[in-house]
């Protein structure tokens, strides 16, 4: 590979710039256009999104169930597994919890919804959430195939976690499928990196795809409120992930942020935490330095249950409405809307629409019209790349914190700024020389 070649992050970067520019332009000089409407928007950039997003997503079950299936079945103590699944669980529910107050404390200081005018908020409904009790029982595949089928990442993760505990205690027939497992690991890692080639074009379909239907005005309407929660989700993301990485790992947060760029950029470009779990899971161990046994099982886990952004946006979003309906929140309610929105990032986990099913039994908890999402959603779309960008940087981080106090992490591939870029691998036509 050419050392002049240029990074895939850069690369990725450029497509983003050129897409939202594209879209803006088409947006604002060709909008009327047929032609460019019919064959364009809908057509090209259409098709050239969803193609990239179909491709990411594609690796996503074999990428999760193999990966965990190796790093569970090279535990040789399973207590192991128990401390990971504890530590995981606690730092994930934690960093909700600040999450969503830090967005409350922001809501209340800057004040977005005064002067808003809610009153005629569209009808909005959603679906019920599950019991708790549902929850539990659908985390259990009865049909694995089926799981796998219907991308039902919690199930994938239990039942390739008792199949990889079921290798480990097999002795010699254990030892030879897993054998086959690395071999497979390693055959989708550089299925990754193939398909990451692509990236720069598909970012470029979705931006010029989303920027040539957003509007300004959209944004202009609610410029309080999509200041709020950028600046919250950005101060959370740059500020409570620095002090944590710093705190429990003891290394630098700077270098944490610059070998996470891709997986950031990917994050936000697509704005599914699930379609990007390949590029985090790639960047966690190579980049990291993260042992596979630890990421396998925090990465996908985080990327179903660990909603930071989201629990920012269901903060913001409360006092919002609060204020836009001239509504008083007492101390009591927020202490209800902080617990019921980590509580339920957990608890919801796995449902479809799950941050406006949270976001409505938030409000339900606390008596505030669920019609004040119909208002929101105008800037939700954009909002929800800058939040799933959060919410993978929040997997990334809990995953360093608990490799590192297991000694699963290797310091000097992290200290390493070269160590496992993505763009440094065999490229799609090319051979090393």
Known sequence: MSKNKMSLTKRVLIGMGLGILVGFLIRSLLADVVFVQDYIVNGIFYVGGK??????????????????????????????????GGKTLAFYIVTTAIAITLAILMANIFEPGVGVDLAQATSYSTKDAPSLGDVIINMFPTNP???????????????????????????PEGERIASLFYDFNKVIMKLVVMLMNIAPYGVFFLMAKLFSEIGLEAIFNLINYFL????????????????????????????????????????????????????????????LGVNNKVASFTIPLGATINMDG?????????????????????????????????????????????????LAMVLNQVGLPVEGI????????????????????????????VAKSEGEMDIDVFNDPNAGAIDESVQLGETKQ
């Open 51 to 84: 193609v990239f997003i179909a491709t990411l997503k594609m690796l996503v079950v074999p990428l999760i169930f193999v990966s965990l299936v190796c790093g569970t079945s090279s535990l040789k103590d399973l207590s192991t597994l128990g401390r990971l």
């Open 145 to 171: 195939i089926s799981s796998m089928a219907e991308g039902n990442t919690l199930q994938i993760i239990v039942f390739s976690i008792l199949f990889g505990i079921a290798i480990s205690v097999s002795g």
């Open 228 to 287: 709020v929660l950028s600046a919250t989700l950005l101060l959370h993301a740059f500020v409570t992930y620095s002090i944590f990485f710093k705190t429990f790992t003891g290394l630098n947060p700077i270098t944490f942020f610059k070998k996470m760029e891709t997986s950031i950029t990917f994050a936000f470009s697509t704005a599914s935490s699930n379609a990007t779990i390949p590029v985090t899971l790639e960047t966690a161990t190579k980049r």
């Open 310 to 358: 989201t629990a920012i946006m269901h903060g913001v979003a409360t006092v919002f409405i609060a204020q836009a309906f001239n509504i008083h929140l007492s101390l009591s309610d927020y202490g209800a809307v902080i617990l019921t929105a980590t509580l339920a990032s957990v608890g919801t986990a796995g449902v479809p629409g799950v941050g406006l099913i949270m």
């Open 374 to 401: 119909a208002m929101i959603l105008g800037v939700d779309r954009l909002l929800d790349m800058i939040r799933t960008a959060v919410n993978i940087t929040g997997d990334s981080v809990v995953t360093c914190i």
